[in-house]
Nanobody, 122 residues
Framework: QVQLVESGGGPVQAGGSLRLSCAAS????????MGWFRQAPGKEREFVAA????????LYADSAKGRFTISRDHAKNTVYLQMSSLKPEDTAVYYC???????????????WGQGTQVTVSS
C-alpha cells in the first residue's frame, strides 16, 4: 500500500501563487508516476499534471501549461505542484495520485490522497 498526504491548499487571490505538496509513504518503491488532479463542485475529476518518479518525464493539461510546474523530491518522497497566475476557475479540491503508468486517466492511478482545497477569489 501507498499512502499519500496533500498539503498547501488554501485561499488565494487571482494572480497569486500556491505550492501544493504530496508526501508519499509505504511501498513507495512501487510508484512509477504521480499525478495531480482536481475536482470542482458539480464537475468531473480532471487531470492537471503528472511526473514519473525516476526519469522526470512530465505531462500537463492544457489549462496548466505555462502556469503550473510539477516536480519531485526523491529523497523526501514528495511531489510538488507549483501554481502561479491562479484564476478563479482553478478553484477545486486538488488530489494527488500514484500509480504504475504516467497518464492523464484517473482510473489508471491506484492510490489517492484525501485532497486539499484551493480557492481562488477574483
Amino acid at each position: 500500500q501507498v499512502q499519500l498526504v496533500e498539503s498547501g491548499g488554501g485561499p488565494v487571490q487571482a494572480g497569486g501563487s500556491l505550492r501544493l505538496s504530496c508526501a508519499a509513504s509505504g511501498r513507495t518503491f512501487s510508484i512509477y508516476a504521480m499525478g495531480w488532479f482536481r475536482q470542482a463542485p458539480g464537475k468531473e475529476r480532471e487531470f492537471v499534471a503528472a511526473i514519473t518518479w525516476s526519469r522526470l518525464n512530465t505531462l500537463y493539461a492544457d489549462s496548466a501549461k505555462g502556469r503550473f510546474t510539477i516536480s519531485r523530491d526523491h529523497a523526501k518522497n514528495t511531489v510538488y505542484l507549483q501554481m502561479s497566475s491562479l484564476k478563479p476557475e482553478d478553484t477545486a479540491v486538488y488530489y494527488c495520485a500514484a500509480g504504475q503508468v504516467i497518464t492523464t486517466q484517473p482510473r489508471q492511478y491506484a492510490y489517492w490522497g484525501q485532497g486539499t482545497q484551493v480557492t481562488v477569489s477574483s
